[in-house]
């Protein structure tokens, strides 16, 4: 928010940066990683490898929790200066304070150029070209390292959610994956992520997401129309609706804030 702050009031192109806004501000603050060099782990390859750290807690104020999400204890001494309530009105040296409750990780191996490729995207978008970057490139980097094989690794995949005013899309062999809305491109691989788990699930679903909300364009009863037109809720009522006809036994967890965000 302070980077998007010094950008209108420094910049020449007010008028431009504004018309973005919503998209560019909304976009950065919900892509937090931090991407690194790191020595090679192997003898046959001196090569650095590519490292990155990512997370969904905002990288700002009252976000630090630990597991027990303490309301009162720690108001005194790790929360003393990090308080954040935004559900109700109440003092900082009284609380309850906000529990916070998210996932990081560390990712190494081939995914984490995904991780790099994003970064690289959004800065030349920004930069108008990207002369900046420090040079990436096979004779200093290598990209096929995948250090660890063993019976607890995960193969992982990252999706996103990001369009062309905020990204300068590269992969041209994925180009066709894009969809196309007011002349913009959208990539929204974290939605096809989601009905592509649901319609394979045969026991039980879990869900856990903050903004659980979508396929508003199928309520008959609503009057009014809504632009929360994804296709997560529906195919969950698809998938429940199906195990009942055949008769077979099928549970969805959903677990979300009982206030997201103070709504």
């Not at 997370?55 to 309301?71: I, Q």
Request: overall charge negative; proline content about 3%; glycine content about 6%.
């Amino acid at each position: 928010k302070q980077w998007y702050q010094c950008r209108v009031r420094g910049g020449s192109d007010v008028d431009g940066v504004s018309g973005n806004a919503f998209a560019r501000l909304c976009y950065t603050h919900h892509q937090k990683s931090i991407i690194c060099d790191s020595p090679s782990v192997s003898e046959e390859d001196e090569r650095l490898r590519v490292i990155a750290f990512v997370g969904g807690l905002d990288l700002t104020n009252g976000r630090y929790d630990v597991p027990s999400h303490p309301l009162f204890s720690t108001l005194c001494d790790k929360h003393v200066s990090d308080f954040y309530q935004n559900c109700a009105a109440v003092r900082a040296e009284c609380g309850p304070r906000q529990p916070w409750h998210d996932i990081h990780g560390f990712v190494e191996g081939r995914v984490a150029q995904d991780i790099l490729l994003n970064f690289q995207e959004r800065w030349v978008k920004e930069d108008n070209g990207g002369d900046e970057l420090f040079p990436i490139d096979e004779d200093m980097f290598n990209f096929e390292s995948d250090v660890y094989e063993g019976d607890d690794s995960w193969n992982v995949q990252f999706l996103r959610s990001i369009t062309s005013q905020s990204c300068q899309f590269t992969m041209l062999n994925r180009a066709h994956k894009l969809k196309s809305e007011r002349n913009e491109k959208i990539e929204d691989t974290i939605h096809r992520g989601y009905i592509h788990q649901i319609r394979r699930a045969q026991n039980y679903l879990f869900i856990e997401n903050q903004y659980f909300l979508g396929s508003a364009h199928i309520w008959e009863n609503d009057a009014k129309p809504m632009k929360a037109v994804n296709l997560v809720a529906i195919e969950l009522v698809k998938n429940i609706t199906e195990a009942i006809k055949v008769g077979t036994h099928h549970s969805v967890y959903a677990v979300i804030p009982m206030y997201p965000e103070g709504d």
